[in-house]
């Protein structure tokens, strides 16, 4: 059986990422966080030598590599983004070549586009607004450049939802994400704040291009299966297809939870674009992979059943200043 070591394996996409490769694969996992699954090992990306006595003892054939600061709030410490995205990527990359390890999957993201009111392709224009973004973006171009390694560069749209066996989802403190945000507020009749309703979109707020964490994890499984039997390197779009504004998100989640929603706009965030819908026909033609899972009922219905399953360990969630 094939090892696939995740960096960043209890995080969000990592967790749910580490019980659907099980499936398939003999899966370890390391965190700079503690983790009470005994797989997934306490370690720092940035700690290059404790990483290559990992990679050494555990010789999996292909990384998975999703550890960084994926918060997206321009009021954090730039160097913060850059620690962890820029070098650490650096410092996994050095304990890979040590090992002699040539295959990487790399969680990348959509705000590497410029702004564009079209789908987009993996050959549209980039223009990285955030410094997120822009450690992305430099991360890309450093796995890139490296002859001996192959990877696949996923760029991920808005990722969201629950997997339902084991149930596992989202759980960010603070959250900063809409569809966790508005599942859980409006089951609470809570206030919603939205950033900005004067975008030029068809109802002034953003959209974005919504992928059901299930879909995330099989093409990353897909991804995996393209490394481990091609030497060859990729870069594809991760996303469903088809843009939803905010607000549209609030009607929808109004009439399928049978609630009202109390919202209320507020000033637009720096680094926001009004559009980001992905054309996934690259991730089709390559990995033979599309959404499955997407529709925007299946997403709020997930993510209802796994914030009862928190809810009931006595769990709630946490957002940021007012919101
Ligand atoms: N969630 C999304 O919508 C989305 C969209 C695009 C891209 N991504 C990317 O996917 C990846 C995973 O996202 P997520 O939502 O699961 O993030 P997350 O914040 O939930 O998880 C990241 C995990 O990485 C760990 N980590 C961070 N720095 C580390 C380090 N130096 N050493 C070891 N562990 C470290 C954290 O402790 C955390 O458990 C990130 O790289 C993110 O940028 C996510």
Redo the contacts with the bound molecule.
Sequence with gaps: MKKILI????????KCLFYFLKKKYEVIG????NDSEKKIYK????NTKKLEKILFKAKPNLIVH??????VDETINKKKYYT?NVL?TKSLITAMKKNNLNKIIF?????VYQKNSKPLKENSKLKALST?AKT?LICEKNIKKQKNINSVILR?????SALDRPIIG?L?NPET?LIPTISYKAMFNKKIYIYGNDFPTHDGTCIRDYIHIKDICSAIQKSAKYLLENKKSTILNVGNKKGLSNNQIVNFTKKNLKKKIDIKYVQRRKGDVAMLVCNSDKAKKIISWSAQNSNLKKILNDEMIWIKKFRRMGISRKFKNYL
């Excluded at 370690?43 to 940035?46: A, D, G, I």
């Design positions: 960096t960043g394996a209890s995080g969000y996409i990592g390391i965190d700079k966080e370690c720092n990306v940035l999703l550890a960084a600061q994926s918060l962890n650490a969680s990348s993201t959509a705000a997120y992305k991920f749209f808005n990722v969201c989202e960010h994400h």
